[in-house]
């Protein structure tokens, strides 16, 4: 069954830093592109990032929304099928539900998509709150 689960999210003060891990089942997802997506209440859900899926000679690169370039950075972890999402720096902004998505689609070739809706399977979220 093809399954991602959100995982890593708690309370942070402004300034911390929290990694977000995104483990899939039923597929190999370093060869998938995925997204990270946050939403906060009352608005609508944004892109932090995208990474696309490896290729016979590629790997995935990392694409950040201007608000996450320089503070977050998405890596791919091989040995246990997960993504993560490390985050620096976090501000009281950052605060929401994040997600990770992937479209499923293999081989799909370079590039990956900050359009949410681009995605058709999500996990369940994990929630991030950054306070003092």
């Known amino acids: 069954q093809v399954q991602l689960v959100e995982s890593g999210g708690g309370q942070v003060q402004p300034g911390g830093s929290l990694t977000l891990t995104c483990a899939a089942s039923g597929f190999h997802l370093p060869y998938y592109r995925v997204g990270w997506f946050r939403q906060a209440p009352g608005k609508e859900r944004e892109a932090v990032g995208c990474?696309?899926?490896?290729?016979?000679?590629?790997?995935?690169?990392?694409l950040y929304s201007e608000s996450t370039e320089s503070r977050f950075t998405i890596s791919k972890d091989y040995t246990d099928n997960t993504l993560h999402l490390e985050m620096n720096a976090l501000k009281p902004e950052d605060t929401a539900v994040y997600y990770c998505a992937t479209d499923l689609v293999l081989n799909a070739g370079p590039g990956c998509y900050m359009n949410p809706q681009k995605y058709d399977r999500w996990g369940q979220g994990t929630q991030v709150t950054v306070a003092s």
């Open positions: 990474i696309d899926g490896d290729g016979r000679s590629y790997r995935g690169v990392p």
